[in-house]
């Protein structure tokens, strides 16, 4: 089975950036994504990915984040800029009901 590794988190201040990484151990044919989960809050969508590109974001991360993808490398990244405080989750990637182990970005002054 696939096992899905994401990397990049940590301490931003708001306003700041970051890019966080997914690196599957095999190749992924389904659509990727990214979810975030907030202390007691639900594990929320933030953004998707087609293989062939095509791209989805919850309305509250649009125009700040960016996911992508590289298949060869079998990789999904999400850039995500202008950091806010409400960012502050640990950051999963999935594909298929296979979730990594997740990366804590937290964004605070």
């Known amino acids: 089975q696939v096992q899905l590794v994401e990397s990049g988190g940590g301490l931003v201040q708001p306003g700041g950036s970051l890019r966080l990484s997914c690196a599957a151990s095999g190749s992924i044919y389904s659509i990727m994504g990214w979810y975030r989960q907030a202390p007691g809050k639900e594990r929320e969508l933030v953004a998707t990915i087609t293989r062939l590109g095509n791209t989805n974001y919850v309305d509250s991360v649009k125009g700040r984040f960016t996911i992508s993808r590289d298949n060869a490398k079998n990789t999904v990244w999400l850039q995500m800029n202008s950091l806010k405080p409400e960012d502050t989750a640990v950051y999963y990637c999935?594909?298929?009901?296979?979730w990594g182990q997740g990366t804590q970005v937290t964004v605070s002054s």
């Open positions: 999935n594909t298929n009901s296979i």
